[in-house]
């Protein structure tokens, strides 16, 4: 009866708890036993065994029935003030999904008599900051039945469990330096994941482990950790852990346009139909970013992208083809449903076509950086160059930017301010006609 009561302790008495279950034994004829009295009293004041799907985060205690799916082997840890303290780790299911359970110290112990295919009724609570896993404060053999599937494999919308993770990375950074708690250097590596199931963020504290692997390479991950971020869930990956090629290609979940709802992060392709154009901004701390809104379509409707950042002075066309992954969807200020491409997006551009391009016109700056611009056709530069300049260069064409070989200033003739005066009121008559 102690079990179920601590479920309730901040509503009733010890005494008053008592005196309901046997009420309820006694109302019963005898039908009831003394646990599920006790389970009717605590849905009496309010507190129901929950499906695993529901356990929030938050201070208030949770119980519920899962079926045993793994079963961790004890393990040592050192607390902040150097005292050694003990963790265990349960997988437990139900139809609903699945959630790490963990029991410390004294409790870690118990795992020896716990064995895969049981039920266990818990009672515990989830981290205040929103970790996928359950501290157990108590829990017990049951013998309520449950059907679950026993499958331990991790995917990304799915990743609590015990198995390895199979994924395509779809980015990957360059290895970065950090400084650990000690004062000691470490390095790291972020990548970009994704499964038939959705992405996820992959930190690697071992840049050894992806040395060799590239954007588009299907792998098996062996030991990720599991942590929270505001962006959803994060795979965290040591020295403990492997990677290695998967025997079979991933294949990674699109969204349709026309089924984004606000809260979903998603992976989109399709085609631009308005590519917009970027704004510049100052950011809270003082810095300079930008913003751009473009319009997407593929074969089930229309989206609004806003892409912020180096994301926003990216080198878009209509009508050409974009992949844009881990983006998280919100209602814009129009009702409609928006999709942000921010800092911890992958946008994936249009392989341009190159060649080899001799070009004369003015440079002029723009919000994609300097411009070369002979009346009829533009390109951006890889290379600052002074504005209001003529010049001619020899280069290397990659879609809608050049990067110049050589560069030569030229004299502008009358003839070619002539010919540049009517090929832009050519282009200004023609403006007014598509009106």
Known sequence: MQFHYALVDDLISRDEFERRVQERIDGSGGLLDEDAAALLVVGDCGR?????????????????????????????????????????SLLLGDATGRVEVVLWDDQAEAVAEIEVGEVLEVIGRRSQRGGPSLSALALRKSRVSIECPMETERRCADPVGTGDLTVRILAIDEP??????????????????????????????????????????????????????????????DEKGTVAPA??????????AAGVKAGDTVSLRGRIVDP????????????????????????????????WGEHALAALAAD?????????????????????????????????????????????PSALGPTIDNGTEAFILARDLLPGSEVRLEGRRSGTQITPYTIETVEISREFLEWRLEALLQRLEHAENSF
């Open 176 to 237: 970065k330096g950090f400084t650990r708690r000690d004062g000691s250097e470490g390095m790291r590596t972020s990548a970009l994941v994704g499964d038939a199931t959705g992405t996820a963020r992959l930190v690697c504290w071992e840049p050894a482990l992806l040395q060799g692997y590239c954007a588009g390479a299907s792998v098996r991950i062996g030991g990720a950790r599991t942590t929270s971020r505001g962006r959803g869930v994060e795979f965290s990956l």
């Open 320 to 364: 050409e083809e974009i992949t844009v992954y881990h983006a998280l969807a919100k209602e814009g200020r129009s009702g409609a449903i928006e999709v942000s491409v921010g800092a911890g997006s992958h946008l994936v551009l249009p392989q341009p076509d190159c060649s080899d391009i001799s070009f004369e016109g003015t440079i002029v």
């Open 247 to 256: 025997d079979e290609a991933v294949e990674v979940r699109f969204a349709a």
């Open 276 to 307: 917009g154009r970027p704004r510049g901004f100052t950011t809270r701390d003082g810095g300079r970013s930008w913003v751009r809104n473009l319009d997407m379509a593929d074969d089930s409707g229309t989206i609004r992208l806003v892409l």
């Open 48 to 88: 129901q065994h929950l499906q695993v799907r529901d356990l929030g985060p938050g201070p208030t205690l949770l119980s519920f029935f899962g079926r045993v799916l793994s079963v961790g082997e004890p393990t040592t840890f050192a607390r902040q003030d150097g005292e050694e303290g003990r963790r265990a």
